[in-house]
């Protein structure tokens, strides 16, 4: 885990007339269509907006043979902890329902806003401000009857039958209260709709959850306030938030937990304050009542800003008035766009719906913080004008190794901003973005460089050296990694029996800077600097110093040099040695250099029994990774470091393994829990997810950084990406079934292709790549050592 057809770009800028233009034409006859064609038509039938599921994600895998030993006693299985929330692509905000209450247990490694099998809702949420998930603030909850202040929220049992998640819109009845809910969503604001029964007792419930901050009621239809800061990065898109009532209210008062540590009944006293209109401290909140005739709506509309000013006139552009059908219809024509890039046949009905919902997961990140022309808070705490589309960070270690290529191939003019975003962050901070512990900002950059997006490289690669060459910048122990070319390890203090928990993650880290130096050799060679080149290709070979040849297995060291005893490959570690994984799974994260690997375990047939062995051994540890779900052997593909292993075997000769495992994966590790929603652990916003579609499509990116595609076996007869270029890129697979999954022969544009793989180059100007499947392996394609993948080392 970590830190959500091409769009284009004035699509990030629209302002209220172009939402009420798209959504006039597209609303109520949009969500006709959608209805009617729900209703009857087979997925093949349906378009790409109504065939994906937001649902998709949030339901964890339940059968034990895919889910290794995790999770330990007392505690729920990860999830991909996606959201089902309304949003738009790359959205400011997202309008989510919260069935997870983190304030009094948070036991993912994100704050998850919703798991699946949880049966009762707690709260709904604009999802914008300074944080996100079931963090985001504030938290609205329609009650009818007695209510309770959070973090005790009154619940209410839902049914799943009930239930309806649609790219930009979710709706819910909320049985307890016969009441429904609905949301969506524009760019930047949210906007919910209420249906409530006939009562006197009708409320709505708005807190600002633990990290609190100041409510105030200001006259009878608004709520606003500024959210508090709580050790996070802080209200990129700002801290104020304005929240406006279609409905005078009744009475009104403000609530907190109550300050100090009074304690009464369960976690404390409460502090409820009737007719007061400003409130401040842990739990803010404010309360409406009203008097509601049966199927009487009270809908809310909610913006943020770095102003009050600001986040009310973001309201008053892009939800200008109370219709909720023509924001959702907008919303789905949004989606629709970027959906209708991709467009696929064949495969089953299950197999189309799994793919368009991670294609919509994939683009949760990186997050529109602020148009052209809008005012945003950098990341030093100013105010600014945003001079482009501003995107929050990218969350590098996680989406980094797929989702970028995906924002390249589909979204040039969005990855320019983001590439902007970044490097204007890296002038704010001093540094380049990283997360964890990799430095692979330079993956994106380079990326895009290979696939032709124009951009100021110079200005951006100035940051990334800096990243490399400066032992006080974000690379942690970098000054270990520039003396002696590895990075050690302690035994931690707090676990000194293996399987250990903590520690400095040195093997791992050592790996992922020699990858990142890999990248930007490259990127110097490319931009005429060859003293940088030379000096980073020669890092980009530090990998061998982790590499413990004796036993053929990735492992730490102690500060003296030794090799750390006892070492199990076998045991999952999070920061000794290895992050978030075991020897075996960080044995395969040299992407830069795979032949420098096959040579380094001695050879081709040795490398294939490893790998052979990888997928094959039993997943049976001591020690319990949380993350390390969705298993096949050793294998984790709920997790992110060894997510590119199975394509491997297009450098070792044997690409037919590839194509088995990977039908296998989408198979079996996506969608096969009861719900049909299940994934093989976290999504780290659209990560795993771009794996899905990356293989789905039938190739992978293993190196980002790299303008190689790698063959895997596709699913559907056709699939065809219209790139941002305006190129089409098509796959036909022939005589292709679940059956028939083996590569028997293939032509590039009609010319005879013998490689398991491709360059960017190949496509960049419309392509149509055609495969004979057949139902056994042809050990005779793709099999040539002259046929294999570049790599640093030469075969």
Known sequence: MGVSNPRPKDRARHIATRVIALAGAASLLGIASAIAQTSGNTAEDRAPVDVANPLVGTAPLDKPEFIGNAPPAGEPLYSGLTSPGARLPHSAVEAAPVNSNVELSYPWGVATPYYYTNPTMIGFTGGGGPTYGARATPMLMPIVGDWTVPPVYTEAWYDKAHEIAAPGYYSVFLDSFKTKVELTATQATSLMRFTFPATERAHVILNLQGRGGQVEVVGDRTVRGIIGANRDNDARDG?????????????????????????????????????????????????????????????????????????????????????????????????????????????????????????????????????????????????????YDRYGPVPFWDTGRNQIVLLELLEPEVTRDVMQSELDMARERGFMNTSFHGDNAVFLYLGAMRRGIEFDYPAAYAYLRKNALDPKGPRHFLDEYMARGWISDVVPDRNPSPPHADGKAGAAKTLEYAWDDAALADMAERLGNPQDAALFRKRSGNWRNVFDRSIGFVRGRTEDGKWFTPFDPAEPYYNHMMKEASGWSTLWLVPQDVQGLITALGGRAAFNAKLDEFFTKPYNPTGICRDCTGVIGQYVQGNQPDQQAPYLYAWSGQPWKTQELSRRILRDL??????????????????????????????????????????????????????????????????????????????????????????????????????????????AWGSSPADAPPSLSRH
Do not use: C
């Open 239 to 387: 801290s104020y938030f304005v929240a406006e009532f279609s409905k005078p209210f009744k009475r009104f008062g403000t609530f907190r937990k109550a300050p100090g540590d009074a304690r009464g009944y369960g976690i404390g006293d409460k502090d409820v304050q009737p007719d007061t209109r400003q409130i401040e401290g842990a739990f803010a909140g404010s309360y409406a009542d009203f008097t509601t005739r049966d199927g009487e709506q009270v809908l809310i509309r909610i913006a943020y800003g770095p102003s009050y000013e600001a986040a009310t006139k973001r309201l008053r552009e892009e939800s200008p008035d109370w219709n909720f059908d023509r924001i959702r219809g907008a919303a789905r024509a949004e989606w629709a766009k970027l959906l209708d890039r991709v467009q696929v046949s064949g495969g089953t009905e299950k197999q189309r719906m799994l793919f368009y919902s991670t294609l919509f997961q994939s683009f949760a990140s990186p997050r529109l913080v602020a148009r052209k022309g809008e005012h945003f808070t950098d990341t030093n705490g100013k105010t600014q004008v945003a001079s």
């Open 670 to 779: 996506y969608g096969s829990d009861a719900a049909g929603y299940g994934y093989p652990g976290m999504d780290d916003q659209g990560a795993t997810s771009s794996w899905y579609v990356l293989s789905a499509m039938g190739f992978y990116t293993v190196d980002p950084s790299s303008d190689v595609y790698v063959l895997g076996s596709p699913i559907f007869d056709r699939a065809a990406l219209k790139m941002g270029n305006g190129k089409t890129f098509e796959i036909v697979a022939k005589n292709n079934s679940a059956a028939n999954l083996y590569i028997q022969s293939a032509t590039l544009n009609g010319k005879k292709w013998t490689r398991p793989w491709f360059r960017h180059a190949d496509i960049a100007n419309g392509a149509v790549l055609e495969l004979t499947m057949g139902a056994k392996p042809n050990p």
